[in-house]
């Protein structure tokens, strides 16, 4: 398993985050009971970094992210499952809210 760690913001159905080596910018649109629909554009900025679906510059995700409790501090919980289309690839990422946005 690779683990990695980066920031994500989530305002408005729009997604903005990034990590060491690549930026993502994406959307998510609700589904229903506490799920979302996502869809992110993944984009290399530190060519030294490859993502753990390759060496490339720039790819699409596409996927589910839901609501899954809370952590042991109280703060919601979310499971991003997310894959290339038409993949067998996938990854899961875990997201925690850590502040209110102003």
Not at 2 to 10: P, S, T, Y
Not at 17 to 31: A, H, L, R, T, W
Not at 76 to 88: F, I, Q, T, Y
Request: some cysteine; overall charge negative.
């Amino acid at each position: 398993m690779d683990l990695n760690g980066g920031v994500v913001v989530v305002e408005s159905g729009k997604i903005f985050g990034g990590d060491s080596g690549y930026f993502y910018i994406g959307s998510m649109e609700p589904s229903g009971s506490g799920n979302w629909n996502s869809e992110l554009t993944i984009t290399r900025h530190d060519p030294g970094i490859e993502s753990v679906f390759g060496d490339v510059d720039q790819f699409k995700l596409f996927g589910s992210i839901r609501l899954e409790g809370e952590d042991d501090c109280g703060r919601p919980r979310l499971m991003a499952n997310l894959a290339p289309k038409d993949s067998p690839l996938q990854m899961t990422a875990e997201l925690i809210r850590v502040a209110d946005l102003p």
